[in-house]
């Protein structure tokens, strides 16, 4: 369940208790809407022709099994997103592995192939990915790269406590490309992602939501680079049409848009090139953080059951 201390140190006060609303507004008693917003986004993929990566927590995978497993039928990457939404940057190292494992029996329980892994709040400690590899993940996709597309004047107070919260490398300073190591290999997430444009600067003009992240697909087809574009479900309502724009003109410059584990796949065998002569990569994510409010409720009562 997320904290409440963490929502604080890193979206403000007033931005928590907002949230706090809107999380009542999206998700409902049942799992109906996020089932819709979720359904929603599966069939706006499949018109355009790709593929997209939805990490999802445990915990809801196993309360809503059948529907997720429908998800990834229709051509959906499930990754894991944790056993529990909480910051592991902070956990014991113990705590990690058993939450690691429980999320990986989870997925085995569910039917599902084998998960790539993000962090819930993108947050994993530096000497984390010794144990995603120990355990066989063939992919992080948890750090972040931010991306100068947003004037500092269109910025606020809440988009700084991200990038304070985040860390990210700054794009375009060094290469925004998977990283292979022991076996693993590091999808960077590039940012300001949904829950910042449309949370934190309240943006709902999809034509400025797909100009900002526009900007990253020309610097990333530019560099020969990868974009992995971060939009959660709940927040389809507001991006829909601007993330259809995205996929149009990332199909009309030629990059390659696929899956995390497809790019995680190909990388690790030929690093330093993509397939097909696309001149740069784009992933189409978006967490699942739970499926209802009783999930959230699950989390917090059932953290390590």
């Avoid at 984390?128 to 972040?144: A, I, V």
């Avoid at 597309?149 to 998977?178: F, T």
């Amino acid at each position: 369940m997320p904290s409440l201390a963490h929502a604080v140190r890193t979206k403000g006060l007033r931005k928590t208790a907002r949230r706090a609303l809107t999380l009542a507004a999206r998700y409902g008693v049942t799992s109906g809407p996020m089932e819709r917003n979720l359904r929603r986004l599966a069939a706006l993929l499949a018109a355009q022709g790709v593929r997209g990566t939805l990490p999802v927590t445990a915990v809801p995978l196993r309360r809503h099994a059948a529907f997720l497993r429908d998800l990834s039928d229709q051509g959906i990457e499930l990754a894991l997103h944790g056993y529990i939404h909480c910051d592991y940057a902070s956990a014991s190292s113990q705590r990690r592995r058993d939450h690691l494992v429980k999320g990986l029996g989870a997925f085995r329980e569910a039917g599902l192939p084998p998960p790539g892994f993000r962090a819930p709040y993108l947050s994993w400690p530096e000497d984390g990915d010794g144990l995603l590899g120990s355990l066989g993940f063939p992919y992080n996709s948890s750090r972040t790269v931010h991306w100068p597309v947003l004037p500092p004047a269109e910025q606020n107070g809440a988009y700084a406590l991200a990038l304070e919260h985040y860390r990210p490398r700054a794009g375009g300073e060094s290469p925004c490309l998977p990283r292979l190591e022991d076996g693993l290999v590091d999808l960077p997430v590039s940012l300001p992602d949904d829950e910042m444009l449309i949370e934190r600067l309240g943006l709902r003009d999809q034509g400025r939501i797909f100009s900002i992240w526009n900007a990253i697909l020309q610097r990333t087809v530019h560099r020969g680079e990868l974009f992995v574009l971060q939009l959660h479900p709940e927040r389809i309502p507001f991006a829909d049409q601007a993330l259809v724009r995205l996929l149009r003109e990332a199909k009309a410059r030629g990059a390659w848009v696929a899956p995390l584990m497809e790019i995680a796949r190909w990388w690790s065998r030929h690093e330093g090139r993509w397939p097909d002569g696309h001149p740069s990569a784009v992933a189409v994510t978006g967490d699942i953080d739970a499926m209802s409010l009783w999930d959230y409720a699950a989390m917090r009562w059932g953290a390590d059951g």
